[in-house]
């Protein structure tokens, strides 16, 4: 297993195109988190599936953001109708139960 | 959310110990004190976990106050590659999600 795979590794969009992330965790864990990450901070939490639940969304998911992981194995972020502040590295990060995080390199999206 | 304070950077000399400060006064009795590291273009990786005794690992040492209310990350060979930022993070019991904060970025002087 290579980790945590994440496409694109950079994505740029005119503004109001829609965009979809692809995340593949490490493939014996259950649970998987969404987080963002602007320029400069740390990154925030988006959303967590344990298997196919999407069981928490942040406020910062707006409703132009939806999450799915059809099956509990892959995970797509969309993104529709992007605005300049999207802007930022999306990062997926996937667990076994309550341990620890392994993270994903991000996508970095760069809405002009 | 639990908090941290961390100082926003740290400088240290190449094949010297860091000492990097984290304080969290409002822990609770079943958070867990975590340390992640990312270093550029990259996700956060962890490096280290504990709860109230001190811990080592092969990257680093964990020291914990006896209060619990806060902690030292402890590289004892700084070296180039661990020029990051350094994120110290509780966790509870039930967690979902870590809260990260702007940590402490890391700068190893050759």
């Known amino acids: 297993d290579t980790g945590v795979s994440q496409n694109p590794r950079h994505k740029i969009t005119k503004r109001g195109q829609n965009v979809t992330f692809r995340c593949d965790p490490i493939?014996?864990?259950?649970?998987l988190y969404w987080y963002r990450q602007t320029l400069g901070q740390g990154p925030e939490f988006l959303t967590y599936?344990?298997?196919?639940?999407?069981?928490?969304k942040s406020r910062l998911l707006s409703d132009r953001f939806s999450a799915e992981r059809p099956k509990g194995s892959f995970s797509t972020l969309e993104i529709q109708r992007t605005e300049q502040g999207d802007s930022a590295m999306y990062l997926c990060?996937?667990?076994?139960?309550?341990?620890?995080?392994?993270f994903g390199s991000g996508t970095r999206l760069t809405v002009v | 959310d639990a908090k941290t304070t961390q100082p926003n950077s740290m400088e240290s000399n190449e094949e010297e110990p860091v000492h990097l400060p984290c304080n969290h006064s409002?822990?609770?009795?079943?958070?867990?004190i975590h340390w992640y590291r990312q270093l550029p273009s990259q996700g956060p990786e962890y490096v280290i976990h504990?709860?109230?005794s001190n811990v080592n690992n092969r990257m680093a040492s964990l020291a914990i106050a006896e209060d619990r209310k806060s902690s030292t990350l402890i590289l004892h060979r700084a070296t180039l590659r661990d020029a990051a930022v350094y994120y110290c993070?509780?966790?509870?019991?039930?967690?979902?999600?870590?809260?990260f904060g702007s940590g402490t970025k890391l700068n190893v002087k050759p």
């Open positions: 993070i509780l966790r509870s019991y039930n967690f979902n999600k870590f809260y």
């Open positions: 409002t822990i609770s009795g079943t958070d867990y």
């Open positions: 493939s014996e864990h259950n649970r």
């Open positions: 504990g709860l109230t």
């Open positions: 599936f344990q298997n196919e639940a999407q069981l928490e």
């Open positions: 990060a996937s667990s076994l139960d309550e341990g620890g995080y392994t």
